[in-house]
Antibody, heavy 118, light 108 residues
Framework: QVHLVESGGGLVQPGRSLRLSCVAS????????MHWVRQGPGKGLEWVAI????????YYADSVRGRFTVSRDNSKNTLFLQIDRLRVEDTAMYYC???????????WGRGTLVSVSA | EVVMTQSPGTLSVSPGERATLSCRAS??????LAWYQQRRGQSPRLLIY???TRATGVPDRFSGSGSGTEFTLSISGLQSEDFAIYYC??????????FGPGTKVDLK
């Protein structure tokens, strides 16, 4: 059974950094691309980033490029999202999701909440 | 960026009835469209990908159709657990993957 568990969220001040993690289990992690998707409070879904199965290729949404860095450790079945220079508008639930057919998301974690406030 | 729009914003339906949700893309996306269900307080769940292929474990009362710029999600015989928000998402235009704003299906 596919299981994705995010962690690392919390309440942080603007300008600070945070590192989110997503531990995968129940499937072979290394062949799959992985995504981060976020959802602001009471808002819709926003794709954030994707990393290829081997970590060699990464893409970001325009709204986060230059501040967010996605990475992975296939030996530990773990996906990461480094968030620097946090802004109030980064406040959201952050989900990791497995890639299906190049851009759909077939399994999602429960999310980790990031709140940015002074 | 491909802009996704959904209609209606809210759909009020009685249990057992059929719900029809629409999704439109600002440019042709072929069949590269997915539908997700998000119940209150839960993560999104993949329902449909490739415009009409049901994901694993999804009941056959959910069906997707359409291509190009116009897509539909139909839910027949609505059940209580189907009251939720439904999002469409395009994955034709890389690397910018975009979602629609969602349609809320609530109890009439």
């Amino acid at each position: 059974q596919v299981h994705l568990v995010e962690s690392g969220g919390g309440l942080v001040q603007p300008g600070r950094s945070l590192r989110l993690s997503c531990v995968a289990s129940g499937f072979t992690f290394s062949p799959y691309g992985m995504h981060w998707v976020r959802q602001g409070p009471g808002k819709g879904l926003e794709w954030v980033a994707i990393i290829s199965y081997d970590g060699a290729t990464k893409y970001y949404a325009d709204s986060v490029r230059g501040r967010f860095t996605v990475s992975r450790d296939n030996s530990k079945n773990t996906l990461f999202l480094q968030i620097d220079r946090l802004r109030v508008e980064d406040t959201a639930m952050y989900y990791c999701a497995r890639d299906l057919q190049g851009g759909a998301f077939d399994y999602w974690g429960r999310g980790t909440l990031v709140s940015v406030s002074a | 960026e491909v802009v996704m729009t959904q209609s209606p914003g809210t759909l009020s339906v009685s249990p057992g009835e059929r719900a029809t949700l629409s999704c439109r893309a600002s440019q042709s996306i072929g069949l590269n469209l997915a539908w997700y269900q998000q119940r209150r307080g839960q993560s999104p769940r993949l329902l449909i990908y490739g415009a009409f292929t049901r994901a694993t474990g999804v009941p056959d009362r959910f069906s997707g159709s359409g291509s190009g710029t116009e897509f539909t999600l139909s839910i027949s015989g609505l059940q209580s657990e189907d009251f939720a928000i439904y999002y469409c998402q395009q994955y034709n235009s890389w690397p910018s993957l975009t979602f629609g704003p969602g349609t809320k299906v609530d109890l009439k």
